[in-house]
Structure formats: structure tokens, C-alpha cells
């Protein structure tokens, strides 16, 4: 029988991806297929081929248990891939073939990552680095994002960062600087990226210092004589290109910036190996040993991910922890696989392809890192100078072009006062509308806030349940494979079908949200065009200004009025002021929450790890068993400290008595309560309910000068994620040990389900 592993074309294009700016897009790992030429002094028995530009076959006795008719017969296996290169493909072709098109996704803002994955001496380093007459995918990469550079328009500003590391025996060193010895790895302040405390960043713009710099880790890299491979390459090598791109947008009469960030990771793995096979000892045979562990860890990650598991391990090696984003997050990756066609290697090459093979299974949630800067702040600060650009060009005109006094005019008075009429009117007119474009800037904001959050909630839920970040509520549904991993009892099911809900209407409310912007952003654009209106009518009215002003009194009622209308935009100013510092406090709240499920998420990972080891009974090292003792007071500190600072019943922080901090997140309203803000920024209840953001308030007597304020169309429900959403019940029966109060876990008899 012949069998097939799935796989398809990965790829959402480009541009695809690029007119769906906010939306994450699940996307496939790709995995390419490289079979390298026999080299000098192998045997030239063949097992392994390249049937097409997808297929691979490989000439093996099938081992499946029972099948003795193919065990004898050794009938091939057929693989199939995204893409297969045979023995005699180009370096060209596989660079065009796997990373030529995430150039043009890095520079539109997305993060990629290819990875040369395979057996000792099967050709990764060749693939990724290459030679001077033949380079790999590391230079010609850097190459296109240079010329890629050089076309892009002047007002975009464009800087290339590279890093080079490699992780040998476990240890990070930095290849461009390998005199600062060994780096450190940790989470970033966010929790999302890890960053190598240390490492240097080279900016550059020029092609010949980046060969000359890959030059240069490449020769500070560990590589040394093997039997398989005279120039093995006993470490993972990883170079990091940050592309960052600024640029300046005339939006009417404002500027705006725009910054891309995106980040290109190629990395050339050390080659797994079997010690017999390799014939190592002594410190080859450790080298062996270290790589070997983090391409398991990397192996069990990768059938984890293939299989739907819900807790995928990364912290196992730093390999793994660095490819975290590569493998699970907001990241194109392209897996390569390398195999020998040797007869020799073809358990390597077996083991390699079904490697590639689940790989093909995994899927990433990809999302552009484009970020509008200041749009908000830098909009109040244009609406407010144009105001006050308008009164001293009247001023100007008052004062500079008086009418020669020999001319009169009869109706001089009555003409004078119509004028001063529409000046004020338009002036008014102008002033409500720039207040609405204030107001309507601040509801999408809030509506963009909400958006995030609702994003946010999702993906945690889907993340913790370990389920596909799908783009719509139809696709929703258990991912295959998820059965094989955890048993399900009837309370699971229950509690599966009620997620299932509260998905559905997260998506939903999702769905209303972005339905909200695109109105608000069309009521917007018609705001601006009666703004655009207005200031061509007061732009004729101030034309006819000099030649009717006839008297010093009318100049100085003029100037009167001008006061007035200058104190009403300094008004104005404080109120955007004011509304600034609100969207600055609303989104701090909003990354404290965040921090505050993360710092729960680690809780839980440590209670259960606990749970573990003791089940186990694994004696801890005294230096973890330390740890645990500062965690858990800690834990106490914190638990204090919060409970002398919320207010239970206000807050919608749970506790139930003596059992500490229960996991069940309050609604996100409830969260915010507004009046836990300072007097300055509070706003009443009834503006909170109609709007993310609260609207200026207008007293009455502005009303009536500036028109009716714009009332948000959305309701609160609609921007409030549902709490099942945030919330997984824990089945009764798997309720989790907690630390118990006098610093000692507790064990499972005295924490069941049945005593909490
Ligand atoms: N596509 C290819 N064409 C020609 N020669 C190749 C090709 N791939 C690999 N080779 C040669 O095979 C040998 C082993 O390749 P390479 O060093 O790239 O393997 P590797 O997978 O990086 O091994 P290790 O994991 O031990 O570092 C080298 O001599 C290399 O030049």
C-alpha cells in the first residue's frame, strides 16, 4: 500500500494577506523537501527519490506490524510535501522556491522563519549558508530585502538589524561578538517574545557588511570532523533580520506614520545524529547528546502541535523556547527538510520525512505588525493649530489690509453685520464639526480597543484549549487528533459545548464590532467632507473681510469676537487633552489585565507541575525547592496585598472564604470599574454604558454652539467579551491543588473535588 501524508500549499498570498491588515489569517506551515547529491566515497545504492516537484518516495521495508506481505516485499512509501527539490536543484531554485516570497511579506509587516531541519551531513548548511560561488538562503535573502529597500518610496524610512547566534551544548553565544560568552534567554516584559539578553544588533544598509558579517559568525561558529560529515556544524546557528520601515502619510492636511516591523529568522539546525552511526565519543558524543535533546524537544513540540495537544511544552531547550513564535504564533515559517538519497541513511531520512511530514500538519495565526503612531494625538494637536491658523489669518486680514478710508459704502453697517453673521456661523459650524471628527476619532479608538480585546480573549481561549485560531465562527469545531489526548468525561463534553458557544459569540461580537468601525469610519469621512465644505465658505467669507471693515468699532467688535471663538479652541484643547490621558489610562487598564492572565496562566503551570512531582514523588533539587518556597510567599505577599486593595464587592474579583483567589475573570466591564479612576477622568455610568471611550461632555449653554454630540451606535454587550469566553471551567474531578496557606502543598487527598 502506498502512503501519502498530507500536505498542501501553505501560501496565502501576498497581497491577499496584505489587504487584510487587522485580521490574524491562519496559515500552514510549508515544508520543502531537499534531497542532496551523493558525495565523494558514498555508496551509490539510492533509496530515496524525488518522483515529482511534491512526491517523495523511499525504498523501505514497511515495519507496520502484521503486514508481513510488505515487510518482504519492502514496497516504497510515498511522501508528499509542498515542495520537493531534487538531487540536482539549484540553490537559486530553492531559495525562489521557499524564502524568495516571505521577502515581500517581511516587508509588509509580516514575521517569517525558515528552518533547515535533517540528519547530520544531509545539507543544511549548504542550503542555508552555502559557499562564496554557491550562497545559501541567509545571503540572498538579505540581498532581496536590500534591493527590495532601494525601491521603496522616498517618505519611507528603512532600517536592517541583524543578529547571529548560536546554540551550542545548550549555551547562546553571540556569533558577531563571541568574546561576551555565554547569553541569556528570557521572556520579554510582555511575556510574548523572548529576547537573548546581550545579543548584538547590527544596523546596516549595505549588502557587502552583511556578507562580511555573516562571514564572520560563520567562522566563529562550533564546527568540527565527524564520520558523517567532515564539516559538521555542532551547533544551531540563527540570524535574525529585523526589517523596520517608517512612513510619512499626508492624510488632507495631517501627517501620519505608519511603522512596519517585521522580523526574518533563518536558522541552520545542528544535524541529529545517532551515536553509532557517527562513531563519536568523548566530547562529539555530549555535542551529540546536547543536540540531540533540543531536536527532540523540537520533535515533541512539533507532534504536539500536529496532534491538537493542548499544553505544547517549549521550555524544554532553547531551541525550542526560540522557535516558539516559528512554530505557534504570528509567524510564516517554512520548514526545509534535508535527506541523503543513500541507502546508508535511510533511517535518517525515514525519521526526517515523518518529522516533515506532522510539520505539515501545523498550523501559525499570522498577522501584519503595522502600527499607526500618535494618529490620535498628533490629530487633536492639527485640529486645534488649524483653529487657531484660522483667527490670526482673520487677524491679520483685519489689521493688514484695511479699505482705503475714502471708500464708503452706504449700507456699510448692515452689510458689516450679515458679514460678522456668517463669519460666526461658519465659525460654529466648523467648531461642531471638528468636535464631532474629535468624537468619532475617540469612539474608534475604543472600538479598536475593544476589538483587540475581544482578539486577545479569543486567542487566549483558543490558546489554552489548544485550538486553531479560526477566521470565522463556521469553521469553528475540535481539531483532530485532540481525542487521543486527554480523556473526556460527560462534564468535559458539557463544558466543550458551552466553550463552543461562547466562542460563537465572541466571533460574533467580534463581527459587530468591525462592523461598527467601518460605520464610524464612513461617518467620519463624511464629517471631514462637510468640514472641507465649511472651510471653503469661511475661506470666501474672510476674502470679502477687508473691504468691508470700515471703522475702528467694527474692527474691535471683530476682534471681540475673534477672542471669543480663540478661547473656544483653547477650550477645545484641554478637552482633547483630557481625552488623550483617558485613552492612555483606559489602555494601561487594559495591559495590566493582560498581565494579570498571564501571571495566572504561570500560576496554574506551577501548581500543576507540583501537582505532578508529587504524584511522582520526585525530590526536587534544593535550589528549585528555594524557588518554590520565594514563589509561594510571593503568592501570599500578592494575595494580601490584593485583598487589602480591591474591593470585593465592587470589583468582580472573586474570593470565596479562606480559598483564596478563584480563577473565574471578571466580565471586563466589571474590570474597569470607572470609578476606581481618578475624580479627574471619571465620566458618569451613563456615558460609560453608550460608549469604550466616554464622549466629551458638553455642558448645555456648548451645546448649542457646537450641535448635538455623536452618540455612540454600539452597546456595551457588543463591547464586552462574554465571561464564558475568558473562563474555562475546570472539571469537578480535575480541580486543581492549591498551596496551602502554611507554604506546604497540599496533597490531593485533602484538595479533591470533593473538599473544594
Ligand atoms: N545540494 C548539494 N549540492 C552539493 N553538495 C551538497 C549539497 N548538499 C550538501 N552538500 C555537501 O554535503 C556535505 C554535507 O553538507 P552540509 O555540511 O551542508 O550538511 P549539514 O546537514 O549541514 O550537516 P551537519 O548537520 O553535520 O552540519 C558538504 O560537503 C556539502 O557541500
Known sequence: MTQYSSGSGSSTNSNELDDRVSRPIEEKLMVAVRIRPLVPDESPNRALHAVSNKIVLLEDADTEKGDILRQKRGIPKQYLYDIVFGEDSTQEAVYEGTTKPLIQDVLHGYNATVFAYGATGAGKTHTMVGSPTEPGIMVRALNDIFLAAGELPENVEFTVTMSYMEIYNENIRDLLNPSTGYLELRDDARGRNIQVIGLTEFSTNSTEEVMQLLHKGNKARTVEPTAAN???????????????????????????????????????????????????HGKRLQEGAHINRSLLALGNCINALSAGARYVNYRDSKLTRLLKEALSGNCRTVMIAHVSPAGVHKDESRNTLIYADRANKISNKVERNVFDVNYHVSQYRNIISDLKNEISRLRNKMTDERPPFTETFADGSSNLKSLREKIVSTFREQMRLRRKLMELDSHLLGLNMAAEQQHSIISQWESSNNKLYKGSRESMGRRPGTENVEEFDDRDLIDEVEEDAAMQQAWAELAEINREQERYTELRASAERELEACRQRSAALEDELPSRINSDEERELLALMLRVHELEADKMMLQSERLVKQHELRRRELLILRYDRQRQISDEIITRQRQLMEDGRIILPADLQDLYSMYQREIHAAAYTDSNLIDVSSSGYNYSSGSGFIRKLPPISSRFPYENLTNDFRMTKSD???????????????????????????????????ISAVTRKIPRNKILRRISSDGNMSSGRHFDANNT
Request: overall charge positive.
Open 230 to 280: 567532515k564539516t559538521s556544524s555542532r551547533s544551531h546557528a540563527l540570524l535574525s533580520v529585523t526589517v523596520k520601515q517608517s512612513e510619512q502619510m499626508q492624510e488632507g492636511e495631517r501627517m501620519r506614520t505608519r511603522l512596519k516591523r517585521a522580523r526574518l529568522f533563518m536558522i541552520d539546525l545542528a544535524g541529529s545524529e545517532r551515536a553509532k552511526q557517527t562513531k563519536n
Open 688 to 722: 460609560w454604558e453608550q460608549s469604550p471611550l466616554p464622549p466629551i461632555p458638553e455642558p448645555a449653554d456648548v451645546e448649542q454652539v457646537m450641535g448635538p454630540a455623536v452618540h455612540p451606535l454600539v452597546s456595551p454587550a457588543v463591547l464586552f467579551p462574554p
